[in-house]
């Protein structure tokens, strides 16, 4: 069979059709709290109404439905032809910029977040599920604006491409070369040989959690708006709250099951696909969820001690506060229920250390992932005895299977490059004014779509402060780290254009 030579610029076009359609639908879901919550007055649009923002969401659905319906009729011979790796990459890096340019229309039509470069800047934050806000006063704007910036993050956490291909059948075409083109992590997983049923299930599961998570927060108090709000945040490892002072404004209770669904949502979603399917020792014996279990388990051992013996808080608090923050921050979910930076200086180190871990393959967490680190240091090991013994061929194993050597090539590739653009991040920022501290801080933030950083970009304080420059920087590492590099950075290759 011949290899295609061009570039199949229709599907393309179709394809992001499709899921500006998509987005304009969950625009909609968002207008009967606009409803509930606002005015009466459905024919007095005031844009200076904070509770007012039903017409911004109704306009902004047409606006990016009639987009979508254009791009894809437009094209419409075009899903018959055949879809490839390069179309892949296209789409994917294409359709996290496009689906983000209309997700800023409710803000900017509504004057939530009049100014262009802040709402580009929080829609791109709420898809990447990095959770960084501009925002002072959350919780002045009105309950449709704050239900669609919780869905950027529940659309983002589990992939617009995915969910496409979960709800459009007919993009089994080529689909997999989307798929491996979004998903994050060195292995892509699939729970069924047809990529779409893979995608299904993916999303089935991410639906189920997140219906779970909702029914025990209002159980604690919270109502529907907010128990759903916090639900998609959580289960996207996006850290978007409704309140000002993030998850420090609830109860114990609710803090603790947003603890607990953080954990799930940092797991590999195959596991979760095991466990549902009664396979509980496949999940135990796992060794990525092992070792995600055991630097959970320890650095919350570690704060919670120091927590204690410092004084800062009691015995239990200590405990809640040091798990709460690790899997925030581990698992890239970037709630907050207390200000890290006001802790002893010891334990920012560790703080800072897992902003380089991430959570699992295969979750909606971003950053390195828990794979990459142990293959990583297998790898390390393992060439000590290769160096006593040079003739022998000693593999990488992972749950007792060889790894190829191609993926561990890739893996030191990936921690390469991570370095490198995290460093170009720090130097950008600094070009752009900021200290060295909270150039650090902004840009591991944004490479790992953590949300709070260190220095002014700290869990007390939000994203203001950086310039626009500067926030143009932090939403290219926002994209970067959510698409893990590769899938962007081929698209400059001169290799990738040629025919």
């Given at each position: 069979?011949?290899?295609?030579?061009?570039?199949?610029?229709?599907?393309i076009?179709?394809i992001?059709?499709?899921?500006?359609?998509?987005?304009?639908?969950?625009?909609?879901?968002?207008?009967?709290?606009?409803?509930?919550?606002?005015?009466?007055?459905?024919?007095?649009?005031?844009?200076?109404?904070?509770?007012?923002?039903?017409?911004?969401?109704?306009?902004?659905?047409?606006?990016?439905?009639?987009?979508?319906?254009?791009?894809?009729?437009?094209?419409?011979?075009?899903?018959?032809?055949?879809?490839?790796?390069?179309?892949?990459?296209?789409?994917?890096?294409?359709?996290?910029?496009?689906?983000?340019?209309?997700?800023?229309?409710?803000?900017?039509?509504?004057?939530?977040?009049?100014?262009?470069?802040?709402a580009?800047?929080?829609?791109?934050?709420?898809f990447?599920?990095?959770?960084?806000?501009?925002?002072?006063?959350?919780?002045?704007?009105?309950?449709g604006?704050?239900?669609?910036?919780?869905?950027?993050h529940?659309?983002?956490?589990?992939?617009?491409?995915?969910?496409s291909?979960?709800?459009?059948?007919?993009?089994?075409?080529?689909?997999?070369?989307?798929?491996?083109?979004?998903?994050?992590g060195?292995?892509?997983?699939?729970?069924?040989?047809?990529?779409?049923?893979?995608?299904?299930?993916?999303?089935?599961?991410?639906?189920?959690?997140?219906?779970?998570?909702?029914?025990?927060?209002?159980?604690?108090?919270?109502?529907?708006?907010?128990?759903l709000?916090?639900s998609?945040?959580?289960?996207?490892?996006?850290?978007?709250?409704?309140?000002?002072?993030?998850?420090?404004?609830?109860?114990?209770?609710?803090?603790?099951?947003?603890?607990?669904?953080?954990?799930l949502?940092?797991?590999?979603?195959?596991?979760?696909?095991?466990?549902?399917?009664?396979?509980?020792?496949?999940?135990?014996?796992?060794?990525e969820?092992?070792?995600y279990?055991?630097?959970?388990?320890?650095?919350?051992?570690?704060?919670?001690?120091?927590?204690?013996?410092?004084?800062?808080?009691?015995?239990?608090?200590?405990?809640?506060?040091?798990?709460?923050?690790?899997?925030?921050?581990?698992?890239?979910?970037?709630?907050?229920?207390?200000?890290?930076?006001?802790?002893?200086g010891?334990?920012?180190?560790?703080?800072?250390?897992?902003?380089?871990?991430?959570?699992s393959?295969?979750?909606?967490?971003?950053?390195?992932?828990?794979?990459?680190h142990?293959?990583?240091?297998?790898?390390?090991?393992?060439?000590?005895?290769?160096?006593?013994?040079?003739?022998?061929?000693i593999?990488v194993?992972?749950?007792?299977?060889?790894?190829?050597?191609?993926?561990?090539?890739?893996?030191?590739a990936?921690?390469?490059m991570?370095?490198?653009?995290?460093?170009a991040?720090?130097f950008?920022?600094?070009?752009?004014?900021?200290?060295?501290?909270?150039?650090?801080?902004a840009?591991?933030?944004?490479?790992?779509?953590i949300?709070?950083?260190?220095?002014?970009?700290?869990?007390?304080?939000?994203?203001?402060?950086?310039?626009d420059?500067?926030?143009?920087?932090?939403?290219?590492?926002?994209?970067?780290?959510?698409l893990?590099?590769?899938t962007?950075?081929?698209?400059?290759?001169?290799?990738?254009?040629?025919?």
């Amino acid at each position: 069979m011949a290899t295609k030579k061009y570039i199949n610029i229709r599907a393309i076009l179709q394809i992001l059709g499709l899921l500006l359609i998509i987005e304009a639908f969950f625009m909609l879901f968002c207008i009967p709290f606009s409803w509930y919550y606002g005015s009466t007055d459905f024919f007095d649009w005031n844009i200076e109404d904070a509770n007012h923002d039903f017409w911004p969401l109704v306009i902004s659905a047409a606006i990016t439905f009639i987009s979508g319906i254009i791009l894809y009729f437009g094209s419409r011979k075009a899903i018959r032809e055949d879809i490839g790796k390069r179309e892949g990459y296209i789409i994917v890096s294409i359709a996290w910029v496009v689906i983000s340019l209309f997700g800023a229309l409710p803000y900017i039509l509504s004057g939530s977040i009049p100014n262009f470069t802040n709402a580009f800047f929080e829609t791109i934050s709420g898809f990447t599920t990095t959770g960084s806000t501009i925002l002072n006063d959350i919780e002045a704007l009105p309950k449709g604006i704050l239900f669609w910036r919780a869905i950027t993050h529940w659309i983002g956490g589990m992939g617009i491409i995915v969910l496409s291909l979960a709800i459009l059948p007919f993009l089994g075409i080529g689909g997999m070369q989307m798929y491996i083109a979004e998903v994050p992590g060195p292995t892509h997983d699939k729970l069924h040989p047809r990529i779409t049923q893979t995608a299904k299930l993916l999303w089935g599961i991410y639906v189920l959690l997140t219906f779970i998570q909702t029914l025990l927060l209002m159980l604690g108090g919270m109502d529907l708006f907010e128990s759903l709000a916090h639900s998609f945040a959580t289960m996207a490892t996006g850290g978007f709250s409704t309140r000002n002072d993030s998850i420090a404004s609830f109860s114990p209770y609710i803090q603790y099951v947003i603890t607990f669904f953080m954990f799930l949502a940092g797991m590999n979603f195959t596991l979760h696909y095991m466990a549902l399917h009664g396979r509980i020792r496949e999940v135990l014996r796992n060794e990525e969820f092992r070792y995600y279990f055991f630097l959970v388990i320890i650095s919350t051992l570690i704060i919670t001690i120091v927590l204690t013996i410092t004084g800062t808080y009691g015995l239990e608090a200590s405990f809640r506060n040091a798990i709460f923050t690790v899997l925030s921050i581990m698992g890239t979910s970037g709630f907050v229920t207390s200000d890290y930076m006001m802790w002893p200086g010891a334990l920012w180190f560790i703080i800072f250390m897992l902003m380089f871990v991430g959570g699992s393959a295969g979750s909606t967490g971003g950053g390195i992932k828990v794979v990459r680190h142990m293959l990583l240091l297998k790898n390390s090991l393992l060439e000590l005895k290769r160096l006593l013994h040079p003739q022998a061929v000693i593999p990488v194993r992972m749950n007792g299977r060889p790894v190829s050597q191609e993926i561990i090539f890739k893996v030191l590739a990936f921690f390469l490059m991570y370095i490198i653009v995290f460093a170009a991040g720090v130097f950008a920022l600094s070009i752009c004014g900021l200290d060295f501290e909270t150039s650090v801080g902004a840009s591991i933030s944004s490479i790992g779509n953590i949300g709070p950083g260190i220095g002014k970009v700290g869990p007390a304080y939000n994203f203001t402060v950086i310039p626009d420059p500067g926030k143009w920087v932090l939403m290219i590492l926002m994209i970067l780290g959510r698409l893990e590099f590769f899938t962007v950075l081929i698209l400059f290759s001169p290799a990738f254009w040629k025919r």
